[in-house]
């Protein structure tokens, strides 16, 4: 079973700042946040995480977000183990 772990960086627009998207994420992917740095304010929010799990379900989460209006932009430094 391989593992895989993408450092992104997600921005919400200001209609989804109180929608709960990581648990979603986690309860429909099994996709784990580790949130590293946040800042959340009234009109918009920006989360640096590291999404881990099953590479496949990684990515589909990836594309969930993204279809969701959540910007999700890949930072430096994903790895991939087995």
Do not use: H, Q
């Amino acid at each position: 079973m391989s593992y895989s772990l993408a450092r992104v960086k997600l921005t919400y627009p200001e209609n989804l700042i109180r929608e709960p998207i990581l648990a979603r994420m986690v309860r429909e992917f099994g996709v784990m946040p580790n949130i590293r740095r946040a800042n959340v304010e009234e009109t918009v929010g920006w989360i640096v995480c590291e999404l881990g799990g099953d590479p496949d379900s990684v990515e589909r989460a990836i594309v969930w977000l993204k279809d969701l209006g959540v910007r999700v932009d890949r930072l430096g430094g994903d790895v991939v183990e087995s």
